[in-house]
């Protein structure tokens, strides 16, 4: 177990909080099996084959090219489990991060910088992984770095404040991390992440007014290195600034009450 060291006033405490556990939770994993997070991006390749391998059989009329799909579908399934897997962890561990918050001089946005910490290290590994096997199938490589590297971040302080909404919420209602499970899997299905936009015809609308789509499309247009569309930074930052601020709010507003929460 990696030992934090104690904490100091201001914001530190919450960054060396979050530094080092989730630095423990990698280590820990590979502890365990030897594999640790990678098993994250095995399993993510196992069902991005799968899942191209059936939707792509099954679509193959109304699919441009099959060879095209699978890198959209593979490319939104990264962009997908970094969303998801902050939300999904946030909402699964507040409870147990309560008892730190009642005893320690530590904020709830400690728990959330934790969980944002430990999914980009998992993005980052996938990213390389899916780089090197690009360059090894293909002999290319399309990622564009730099409108990668503002599309993470967009995406990322998009998830924080979803992250911390979400922990706010599961604080005080006790089994609200079962519907917040059961919503991110819907949005899941409803996201064009297996299917293509234009296979709404007409209705394409409803992926512009889609959050979760315009958060997606920052990071897999530029790993299919395709220029994002001035769509997405607008919705991304329009939804940071609505959505970001309102939360800071909530947050400022309830903080001293989360201890008396059980």
Known sequence: MIRIPAASPGLLAPLRFAVFTAGG????????TGLGTLWVSLGLALATAAMGLLFGTVLR????????YVPYLAAGMIA???LAGILHQTASQTWQFMAQLRHASL???ANVLRQVLRQLLILAQNILIAVLAQAALLGTVTLAPLPLL?????LTANAAWMALLIGLLCARFRDLPQLVAWVVHL?????PILWP???LGRFEWLADINPFHQLVELVRRPLLGETVPQQAWLGGLLLLGLGGGGTILLYRRLRWRLPYWT
């Open 80 to 82: 997908w489990t970094l």
């Open 197 to 199: 936009v234009f296979f």
């Open 187 to 191: 949005a899941f299905f409803l996201t």
């Open 150 to 154: 503002g599309g993470v971040l967009l």
């Open 61 to 68: 009329q109304q699919l441009p090219d099959y060879t095209i």
């Open 107 to 109: 904020p709830l946005a």
């Open 25 to 32: 939770d990698i280590a820990a994993s590979f502890r365990r």
